[in-house]
């Protein structure tokens, strides 16, 4: 059977893709969906580009692509095989974004709520001690346009991951300032989730809007606090079907 998503599915976003971005998506969906286990060998770079139709060229930017992201490697000799997970750059906005393609496993949603809880309610209290004037405005600009927007629209959505930049840029620590990225794609790719077959079930503005009220009131201990409260309602608020049931790309190997 062929594991690989057939190129050109129902997706919008594949149809803006390049060839090479399209290859590279879907067999990063097959990898995150556990269709793929680690240490399993893709087809060689000939067969691959014939099965799929398209250039070796193609084939090859694809696998590149895959391997920058630490999903796959390429051995002489070898050939291309899943590497293992913990390789995986799971913070990279694509391979979030095929994580949650299809549904996701409970345990890895958790795993990603658990790491915001311990960055974001942590600068979230040193952003209550360090914060500036600047940054309180930024914060409060952003709040008024996911007001405004809503989170169901790409400015409101943006104006959210502007809150949760600035609020890491506010606690001064080039250390913590480095994962924003990270930060804002699991917070975006974890939004959309939530709307892809019904609108949010709450107001998440009443939540930023107490985060941003103890750090302008410099009372890290609530910061911290009420940060954590926003995230773990962020997670409740976070549909998962089949909750008992751990796809294969998350199991443990025999």
Do not use: C
Not at 27 to 42: E, F, K, R, T, V
Not at 83 to 93: Q, V
Not at 95 to 106: G, K, M, Q, R, S
């Amino acid at each position: 059977m062929n594991k690989l998503v057939r190129l050109g599915r129902s997706n919008p976003a594949s149809k803006v893709l390049r060839l090479h971005g399209t290859i590279a998506r879907d067999i990063g969906i097959a990898i995150m969906s556990g269709n793929y286990q680690p240490g399993d060998l893709l087809t060689g770079e000939i067969a691959s580009s014939e099965r799929l139709e398209v250039s070796r060229t193609a084939y090859r930017e694809a696998v590149r692509i895959l391997a920058a992201k630490g999903l796959v490697e390429s051995k002489p000799k070898v050939g291309t095989k899943v590497s293992a997970r913990e390789k995986w750059h799971m913070l990279d906005p694509d391979v979030l974004a095929w994580a949650f393609e299809n549904e996701p496993d409970l345990e890895l949603l958790n795993r990603l709520f658990e790491l915001r809880d311990i960055v974001e309610s942590a600068a979230a209290s040193l952003a209550a001690l360090r914060r500036t004037d600047t940054h309180l405005k930024t914060m409060r600009q952003a709040l008024e346009r996911m007001a405004r927007f809503t989170l169901a629209t790409e400015a409101g959505r943006q104006a959210d991951q502007d809150f949760h930049t600035t609020l890491l840029q506010a606690t001064d620590n080039p250390y913590i300032m480095s994962l924003t990225s990270g930060v804002n794609a699991a917070v975006n790719t974890t939004t959309m989730f939530k709307q892809r077959h019904r609108p949010l079930p709450r107001d998440p503005v009443p939540d930023h809007m107490r985060v941003f009220e103890t750090i302008a009131d410099k009372d890290p201990v609530n910061a911290q606090k009420v940060m954590s409260e926003l995230i773990q309602l962020a997670l409740q608020d976070t549909p998962v079907r089949n909750r008992s049931k751990k796809p294969r790309a998350w199991r443990k190997a025999n």
